[in-house]
């Protein structure tokens, strides 16, 4: 065989495809090929077995026949992948590897912490960028603004740090902007984290009352306008067609008037003064949403 095969779990499997060009074989010629080996050869698969995780149990109370059956079974399920060392494919794939392996490099320095000005950032190769995870969550940034961005970055390091040389590297490597679908990505590709706004918290001043809006009246005002709104106390929605019964200031009995499809009463073209309200139940809630004099 000319080129080595390594068998790596899966997530070392994903890097190794991305940054050294490896081939994957298929699991029945991963099978093969372990089945093939030399009793001698596996005296090393405890050892193999304890640094891949394939199992929690002590190993030294299982069998070798047990250690190989746990590999043939990570091997089955796709927990461990065989993959050939080559020469990576062609030019591009190569390219690429070398992008994902400079990106890497960055993530760890930064501990995968890209900010700027208070603004978060993250590098990605052109052809992951429709994989990146929470992809609306970034806009792309255009090469002139990305590169002051990862020259900044680089300053902030110091002159002679390893970031900095980095960062420099990838500074060269950005992509030109490119325009879809007439134009591709081509480089390295910054993106800029969307700043989300903040929800404004609800106004839980509770509801005027009756004494309040007293006050509110102007007894030397001969006209006013009156609205209130009815709603559930616990669900927060408008009752429609409950009755109340309002005293105005210039009567003696109270008068009947129905909530409409949003719970609202509507009263214009009234005395002003103090009224009284009735027919409210314990479960409902009241407000006065206008109260205007003319």
Same mark, same amino acid.
């Given at each position: ?78 927990? +461990? @992948?065989? &993959? $050939? ?5 062609? #030019?591009? !794939? *190569?390219?690429? =590897? ?89 480089? +390295? @590709?910054? &993106? $800029? ?5 903040? #929800?404004? !918290? *609800?106004?839980? =001043? ?89």
């Amino acid at each position: 065989m000319d080129d080595p095969v390594l068998l790596v779990p899966i997530m070392e499997a994903n890097r190794l495809r991305g940054e050294e060009g490896c081939q994957e074989l298929p699991a029945n010629r991963a099978l093969c090929l372990f089945q093939a080996l030399d009793r001698l050869a596996t005296s090393g698969v405890r050892r193999f077995v304890e640094e891949a995780r394939l199992s929690n149990l002590p190993l030294r109370e299982v069998s070798d026949s047990a250690l190989r059956e746990m590999v043939r079974a990570a091997i089955k399920a796709g927990r +461990l @992948i065989a &993959l $050939r060392k080559g020469d990576g494919g062609d #030019a591009s !794939a *190569k390219r690429s =590897a070398d992008l994902r392996r400079l990106v890497r490099l960055i993530e760890e320095q930064t501990r995968g912490r890209l900010s700027f000005a208070g603004r978060k950032y993250k590098l990605v190769v052109d052809v992951d960028l429709g994989k990146v995870p929470g992809r609306n969550n970034y806009e792309v940034v255009g090469r002139e603004a990305a590169t002051r961005v990862l020259d900044g970055l680089a300053k902030q390091s110091g002159p002679s740090g390893e970031l900095g040389a980095l960062l420099g590297q990838a500074s060269a490597k950005l992509t030109p902007d490119w325009r879809p679908p007439v134009s591709e990505p081509d480089g +390295l @590709i910054l &993106l $800029r984290g969307i700043p989300v706004a903040q #929800a404004v !918290a *609800k106004d839980e =001043a509770p509801a005027i009352t009756p004494s309040q809006l007293a006050k509110l009246k102007d007894p030397q005002k001969k006209d006013a306008w009156i609205k209130i709104h009815l709603v559930d106390a616990d669900k927060g929605t408008a009752i429609e067609g409950a009755s109340l019964q309002l005293k105005l200031p210039d009567a003696t009995t109270p008068s009947s008037h129905d909530t409409d499809k949003d719970g609202l009463v509507d009263l214009p073209d009234v005395p002003a003064g103090t009224f009284s309200l009735e027919g409210v139940d314990d479960d409902q809630a009241w407000e006065l949403v206008a109260h205007e004099t003319t």
